[in-house]
Structure formats: structure tokens, C-alpha cells
């Protein structure tokens, strides 16, 4: 009888000792732990074994790391966050990048509670004052309670909702802000669901669930806390950069903010963060995964999709989708990285719960056509699902959220040799983009919402629809230098409702304030900023 092959599955850093056991029992599994090893070691001497290696934040997996994981089927990142792993050049080398999503949820939930009551209590102030200076002055530590407060969570999510339903348990009012569900998820809960972000800065305390990315990078900055009550409590257990932290600092010193309580930071370890020399802050070392039930889940979740992985049985929550090139025509990879680009795109341009997502192909490209929707999905979900989706979960996580998506093959092009057409429709309307590749290799829109246009698909992008009228563009033009803002690229396009549609490239970042500008031009129909 043969000897069935055994695979080689590396840790990199330290996990759950449950799910190294899991490792070290399985018959078919040649366990290395290598979590003491010098990096440069494991690099150069371990990962060229590896079928499959197990990863924390202390591994970097970058260009030297893929180079020597000549053997590698798949990274399993034993957490939530990706950041240390380059996902693309593990794509380029057909490593699949898994990470485990779910195991830290409650742990995160509890920490958010942790840090709402010891800033409403001011605990680990009172605390030191008792126990580390040995004062006892009961008059000093005067807080507030919970009871009757109105909470304002931004981004309802896997976090955001179960802390929201922690909080109304406290008998607190719940606000909750997060465009991209159904309301009923939170009137469910008898919470109020707001489309109006004012609302949320009206509240007592405000707590922010919500990927890190282009959309929510400095969510909360100058102007919003200026909008916010005095004397409003602000947290963050989810990614730094959420909340400007600048701006925050100077909420909390001018004491418009009452308290902070943060458990992240934009650059971390942050010892020497100005926000520690504020005594109204709670302040913790990104904690959210530290309890022992969550580094258990995450062990052992992590083991069970290494084992999964290294005998090709599954990959559970993969990153990415390594395409073999030589299994398919060269000219398809491009055009599955435009659709995730144009889904991306739409998302943005249209802000609200997506009801469906229809992709349509015309020429070779209508082959591969359902390929290309899985695609479309991931880009069209991420700014709300983040590190949660991927292209193996599309379609479940899709069908979880009451998304349609089809696909279709239509006939060849008039015009183009190959032709992709992306409609999503959302609670606030319809966006259709059309996009093809010329020989040239450049990605390029060829229309929107019927308008007939040519502009390339990269950089920061503003979409402004106006009534067709003299003096539009000189007003647009006069508009964005006024703020700085330099044009890359202007394309135009008109239709046969008197309307016109300026697709703006533009070279650095566009404020809220800049777009408002524009929307109150008095041609402008509609304005959008979309960031690729």
C-alpha cells in the first residue's frame, strides 16, 4: 500500500497551543514550528519546504518571503488583518492568502464595551488613584451613566451590531449608520437605522465599526467633531485612521470631547502618541483579539484551514484567487481586474444597500463572463464587507445580504472586440458602466449611464452630471483650483436629454468640502468621487 504524501505546514509565529496539537495530530501534516526562528532564516531555509505556512503580524510576507515559497499552496494569516501580507505577488505566484475573519468577534465586542464604561466611569483613572497613589477621594471620580444615553454606531456589521445590542441592554438609545445593509437589520432590533450621518454626530457617545479604507480613512475629523454635541464620547476598537487623530486630540483637549476611549492607532506600538499625554483618554495596545477564548479560535481555526489547504480539500476565507495563466487565454486576467475595478467604482458612486449586480460580456470575453461576476461582487462588496470578502464567499456572502447577481453572454460587439457591462442597482438607484481593453493594455470606460465617454480606469475620479448650459466647464475649472486641486484629465460627454457628464482625473485627494462646492453649481444634476 502506498505512503499517502505528507504536506509541510510552517508557523511562523506564535498560535494557540490547540491548534498546533491539531497540527502535530494529524498523520498526513509535517508540522515545522519555526515561531522563534530568525526571520531570515525561516525566509531562507524553512519557507522553501512549506506547502502551506501560518502567519501573525510578526511574519512579513513580502517579496523576499513569495520569492523563497517555491512549493507554497497558501498563507493562512492567523487573524483578521492582512496588512503585513503583499496579496497581490502571493497572487502573481499562485499562493492563495487566507486569513480567519471571525474568531476575535466577541473579544473585539467586549473590549468596545470595555472601554464605553470606563469612559463614562473615568475606571482606570480612579483605579490608579486608589491603587497605585493610595488616595481615597470618592468625591473626585463624579461619572455618568449609560441609562438613557443616545449611542451612535457607524457600520452594523459582524461588531457594530452585537455591540449595539450589548448597549440596549443598558438601556441605551441606538443610532446606526451603515449605508450598505437593508434598514430592517436594525429596526429589527427596535434601534433607529439613519441615512444621515448628522444624526449620529448629534449623539452621547459614538462608537465606529467599519473597514479601513478610502471611504472611511478620517470618517471622524475637524468638521464632524465641530458638528458633534460637547462633551460627546468617542470610540475606536477597529482600525486607526478612522478617527483623525489630530483632530481628536484637539477634540479632547479643548474638552469638546469629554472622553476617548481607543484601543488603535494609525502607527502602532504608539508609545509616544501625543493622545497618551491626555487624562481623558482611555487607551489600550490594540487588544481587540487578546483573550485567551479568541487566541484559541483563531489557533485553531487557523490550523483547521492549513490542514484544508495543504491537502486541497478547501481554502476557507481566501484573499485572493490565483489564476493559472496557462489554464486560461492571456487576455482574461485584465479584464477580470477591470471588473473588480468598475465594482469598486460603482459602490461608490452609489452609496446605498445593493439590491443586484448584472454583468454582461460581449465578445471572447462573454466565456468567461461568470468568472467575471465573481469578480465584479468582491469589488462592488468591499467597501462595506472589507477584509471579510473574498472570491470563494462572494456569491454566499452576496446571497446573505439579499444580492442578485446574474451574468450574461451577449453577442459580439459593433465596436469593440471585447466588451464588459457592469449594472448595479442599489436602494438609491442604477449605475451602468461599460468597459473594454485596447491593444494598448489600458483599461478604459467607454460609457456611463448611457452616456458615451472614454476616460482611463485609475486614480481619483470626479463624476459630475450637469445640464447641458454654456459655462459649465469654466465654473467646474475654477471651482477645483480654488481648492487646489489639480486636473489630470478632463473627458465630456453629452446626451440627448440636454445633459451633459464630465468624468474629472484629478492628481491629489478631493475634500468633502470641494465636492459640495460643486454640487451647489447651479447646472449640477449630480456629483460623485470615487478613489481607485
Same mark, same amino acid.
Given at each position: 500500500?502506498?505512503?499517502?504524501?505528507?504536506?509541510?505546514?510552517?508557523?511562523?509565529?506564535?498560535?494557540?497551543?490547540?491548534?498546533?496539537?491539531?497540527?502535530?495530530?494529524?498523520?498526513?501534516?509535517?508540522?515545522?514550528?519555526?515561531?522563534?526562528?530568525?526571520?531570515?532564516?525561516?525566509?531562507?531555509?524553512?519557507?522553501?519546504?512549506?506547502?502551506?505556512?501560518?502567519?501573525?503580524?510578526?511574519?512579513?510576507?513580502?517579496?523576499?518571503?513569495?520569492?523563497?515559497?517555491? !512549493? &507554497?499552496?497558501?498563507?493562512?494569516?492567523?487573524?483578521?488583518?492582512? /496588512?503585513? #501580507?503583499?496579496?497581490?505577488? @502571493?497572487?502573481?505566484? +499562485?499562493?492563495?492568502?487566507?486569513?480567519?475573519?471571525?474568531?476575535?468577534?466577541?473579544?473585539?465586542?467586549?473590549?468596545?464595551?470595555?472601554?464605553?464604561?470606563?469612559?463614562?466611569?473615568?475606571?482606570?483613572?480612579?483605579?490608579?488613584?486608589?491603587?497605585?497613589?493610595?488616595?481615597?477621594?470618592?468625591?473626585?471620580?463624579?461619572?455618568?451613566?449609560?441609562?438613557?444615553?443616545?449611542?451612535?454606531?457607524?457600520?452594523?456589521?459582524?461588531?457594530?451590531?452585537?455591540?449595539?445590542?450589548?448597549?440596549?441592554?443598558?438601556?441605551?438609545?441606538?443610532?446606526?449608520?451603515?449605508?450598505?445593509?437593508?434598514?430592517?437589520?436594525?429596526?429589527?432590533?427596535?434601534?433607529?437605522?439613519?441615512?444621515?450621518?448628522?444624526?449620529?454626530?448629534?449623539?452621547?457617545?459614538?462608537?465606529?465599526?467599519?473597514?479601513?479604507?478610502?471611504?472611511?480613512? !478620517? &470618517?471622524?475629523?475637524?468638521?464632524?467633531?465641530?458638528?458633534?454635541? /460637547?462633551? #460627546?464620547?468617542?470610540?475606536? @476598537?477597529?482600525?486607526? +485612521?478612522?478617527?483623525?487623530?489630530?483632530?481628536?486630540?484637539?477634540?479632547?483637549?479643548?474638552?469638546?470631547?469629554?472622553?476617548?476611549?481607543?484601543?488603535?492607532?494609525?502607527?502602532?506600538?504608539?508609545?509616544?502618541?501625543?493622545?497618551?499625554?491626555?487624562?481623558?483618554?482611555?487607551?489600550?495596545?490594540?487588544?481587540?483579539?487578546?483573550?485567551?477564548?479568541?487566541?484559541?479560535?483563531?489557533?485553531?481555526?487557523?490550523?483547521?484551514?492549513?490542514?484544508?489547504?495543504?491537502?486541497?480539500?478547501?481554502?476557507?476565507?481566501?484573499?485572493?484567487?490565483?489564476?493559472?495563466?496557462?489554464?486560461?487565454?492571456?487576455?482574461?486576467?485584465?479584464?477580470?481586474?477591470?471588473?473588480?475595478?468598475?465594482?469598486?467604482?460603482?459602490?461608490?458612486?452609489?452609496?446605498?444597500?445593493?439590491?443586484?449586480?448584472?454583468?454582461?460580456?460581449?465578445?471572447?470575453?462573454?466565456?468567461?463572463?461568470?468568472?467575471?461576476?465573481?469578480?465584479?461582487?468582491?469589488?462592488?462588496?468591499?467597501?462595506?464587507?472589507?477584509?471579510?470578502?473574498?472570491?470563494?464567499?462572494?456569491?454566499?456572502?452576496?446571497?446573505?445580504?439579499?444580492?442578485?447577481?446574474?451574468?450574461?453572454?451577449?453577442?459580439?460587439?459593433?465596436?469593440?472586440?471585447?466588451?464588459?457591462?457592469?449594472?448595479?442597482?442599489?436602494?438609491?438607484?442604477?449605475?451602468?458602466?461599460?468597459?473594454?481593453?485596447?491593444?494598448?493594455?489600458?483599461?478604459?470606460?467607454?460609457?456611463?449611464?448611457?452616456?458615451?465617454?472614454?476616460?482611463?480606469?485609475?486614480?481619483?475620479?470626479?463624476?459630475?452630471?450637469?445640464?447641458?448650459?454654456?459655462?459649465?466647464?469654466?465654473?467646474?475649472?475654477?471651482?477645483?483650483?480654488?481648492?487646489?486641486?489639480?486636473?489630470?484629465?478632463?473627458?465630456?460627454?453629452?446626451?440627448?436629454?440636454?445633459?451633459?457628464?464630465?468624468?474629472?482625473?484629478?492628481?491629489?485627494?478631493?475634500?468633502?468640502?470641494?465636492?459640495?462646492?460643486?454640487?451647489?453649481?447651479?447646472?449640477?444634476?449630480?456629483?460623485?468621487?470615487?478613489?481607485?
Amino acid at each position: 500500500m502506498p505512503t499517502r504524501k505528507k504536506y509541510t505546514v510552517v508557523v511562523c509565529d506564535h498560535i494557540h497551543e490547540a491548534g498546533l496539537k491539531m497540527l502535530q495530530d494529524d498523520k498526513n501534516i509535517n508540522f515545522v514550528m519555526a515561531a522563534d526562528v530568525d526571520k531570515k532564516e525561516l525566509v531562507q531555509k524553512i519557507i522553501p519546504t512549506a506547502d502551506v505556512a501560518i502567519t501573525r503580524s510578526s511574519t512579513d510576507v513580502d517579496a523576499a518571503f513569495i520569492a523563497a515559497a517555491t !512549493n &507554497m499552496k497558501a498563507i493562512v494569516r492567523a487573524g483578521v488583518g492582512v /496588512d503585513n #501580507v503583499d496579496i497581490e505577488g @502571493c497572487s502573481k505566484e +499562485g499562493i492563495i492568502v487566507m486569513n480567519v475573519p471571525t474568531a476575535n468577534t466577541i473579544a473585539a465586542v467586549e473590549l468596545t464595551m470595555t472601554h464605553m464604561l470606563s469612559c463614562m466611569r473615568m475606571f482606570p483613572y480612579s483605579h490608579d488613584h486608589l491603587k497605585n497613589q493610595r488616595v481615597w477621594k470618592r468625591e473626585k471620580w463624579y461619572g455618568h451613566e449609560m441609562k438613557g444615553k443616545k449611542l451612535g454606531v457607524i457600520g452594523f456589521g459582524n461588531i457594530g451590531s452585537r455591540v449595539a445590542k450589548r448597549a440596549a441592554s443598558f438601556e441605551m438609545d441606538i443610532i446606526a449608520y451603515d449605508p450598505y445593509i437593508h434598514p430592517s437589520k436594525v429596526t429589527d432590533c427596535d434601534m433607529t437605522y439613519t441615512k444621515n450621518f448628522e444624526d449620529i454626530l448629534a449623539c452621547d457617545m459614538i462608537t465606529i465599526h467599519t473597514p479601513k479604507n478610502q471611504e472611511t480613512l !478620517n &470618517m471622524i475629523d475637524e468638521k464632524e467633531i465641530a458638528k458633534m454635541k /460637547d462633551g #460627546v464620547v468617542l470610540i475606536n @476598537c477597529a482600525r486607526g +485612521g478612522l478617527y483623525n487623530e489630530k483632530a481628536l486630540y484637539n477634540g479632547l483637549k479643548s474638552k469638546k470631547i469629554r472622553f476617548a476611549g481607543i484601543d488603535v492607532f494609525s502607527k502602532e506600538p504608539a508609545t509616544d502618541h501625543p493622545l497618551l499625554e491626555l487624562d481623558n483618554i482611555c487607551v489600550s495596545p490594540h487588544l481587540g483579539a487578546n483573550t485567551f477564548e479568541s487566541q484559541y479560535n483563531i489557533g485553531t481555526q487557523a490550523a483547521a484551514n492549513a490542514i484544508e489547504a495543504a491537502k486541497g480539500i478547501s481554502f476557507a476565507h481566501a484573499m485572493n484567487l490565483p489564476i493559472d495563466e496557462s489554464k486560461i487565454p492571456s487576455f482574461v486576467k485584465p479584464f477580470l481586474e477591470m471588473g473588480q475595478k468598475i465594482g469598486f467604482l460603482e459602490s461608490q458612486m452609489n452609496k446605498s444597500q445593493i439590491i443586484a449586480i448584472k454583468v454582461s460580456g460581449q465578445g471572447e470575453i462573454a466565456n468567461f463572463v461568470e468568472s467575471l461576476s465573481t469578480f465584479v461582487a468582491v469589488g462592488a462588496m468591499s467597501q462595506n464587507s472589507g477584509d471579510t470578502i473574498n472570491y470563494v464567499n462572494a456569491e454566499f456572502v452576496a446571497k446573505e445580504k439579499g444580492i442578485k447577481i446574474e451574468s450574461e453572454a451577449l453577442g459580439d460587439s459593433s465596436v469593440y472586440k471585447n466588451l464588459i457591462t457592469i449594472k448595479l442597482t442599489t436602494a438609491e438607484g442604477t449605475t451602468t458602466i461599460s468597459s473594454t481593453i485596447f491593444d494598448d493594455g489600458v483599461q478604459r470606460i467607454v460609457a456611463i449611464d448611457g452616456f458615451d465617454i472614454e476616460v482611463a480606469l485609475k486614480g481619483d475620479m470626479i463624476l459630475f452630471k450637469n445640464s447641458d448650459v454654456p459655462g459649465v466647464i469654466g465654473s467646474i475649472g475654477s471651482t477645483l483650483a480654488k481648492h487646489n486641486v489639480n486636473i489630470a484629465d478632463f473627458s465630456l460627454a453629452r446626451n440627448d436629454n440636454a445633459e451633459a457628464l464630465a468624468v474629472i482625473l484629478v492628481d491629489n485627494t478631493v475634500n468633502d468640502e470641494t465636492i459640495e462646492e460643486l454640487a451647489s453649481l447651479d447646472a449640477c444634476l449630480s456629483v460623485n468621487y470615487a478613489r481607485l
